[in-house]
T-cell receptor
């Protein structure tokens, strides 16, 4: 079956630093990947749609300069949270392809 | 923008009782998907419905997609303790999926 991995699975960082999260499709190619954020006990919120070889499409209210997305290959998309603050602490989940194969998520804690 | 509403937010049942969660969209959906998320885990895809009025079954789970493709339901017959988790619906009417708030199911043995 389609497997999507994320790295790291969890990360703790200091306020003001940047954190990069990787999303990989392991056994298939994905021209489209999606990034979601989930706060505790809340639903998933779509942040952006990542398209291989082109700029990501961000949802309303998501700062593109703060959440940098790069989809440089058909198997890898990265999300960089720049100048992270405590309010950015969340569970970040990617999914690949229109079929929405989800990665295991990355829990970010900003101190 | 598109919104997907899901009710109830919580449901606590006795083992063996039935459970239903409902989703409604403000716009017509091209498809709807259902996911289950265990505490600490990531959403796991259960099923996708595409056709108007479609009904699909997976053992004790029955999924329905409304005629207008704006609503959907998930029904679990005779719940078991292994059914605990949060069930999300997610609808598509553009890129990406719009998730409902989820229904958290707890089952008392």
């Amino acid at each position: 079956g389609a497997v999507v991995s994320q790295h790291p699975s969890w990360v703790i960082c200091k306020s003001g630093t940047s954190v990069k999260i990787e999303c990989r499709s392991l056994d298939f190619q994905a021209t489209t990947m999606f990034w979601y954020r989930q706060f505790p006990k809340q639903s998933l919120m779509l942040m952006a749609t990542s398209n291989e070889g082109s700029k990501a499409t961000y949802e309303q209210g998501v700062e593109k300069d703060k959440f940098l997305i790069n989809h440089a290959s058909l198997t890898l998309s990265t999300l960089t949270v720049t100048s992270a603050h405590p309010e950015d602490s969340s569970f970040y989940i990617c999914s690949a392809s229109i079929e929405q194969f989800f990665g295991p998520g990355t829990r970010l804690t900003v101190l | 923008g598109q919104q997907v509403m899901q009710i109830p937010q919580y449901q606590h049942v006795q083992e063996g009782e039935d459970f239903t969660t409902y989703c409604n969209s403000s716009t017509t959906l091209s498809n709807i998907q259902w996911y289950k998320q265990r505490p600490g885990g990531h959403p796991v895809f259960l099923i996708q419905l595409v056709k108007s009025g479609e009904v699909k079954k997976q053992k004790r789970l029955t999924f329905q997609f409304g005629e207008a493709k704006k609503n959907s339901s998930l029904h679990i017959t005779a719940t078991q303790t292994t059914d605990v988790g949060t069930y999300f619906c997610a609808g598509r009417s553009g890129p990406g999926m719009r998730f409902g708030a989820g229904t958290r199911l707890t089952v008392k043995p």
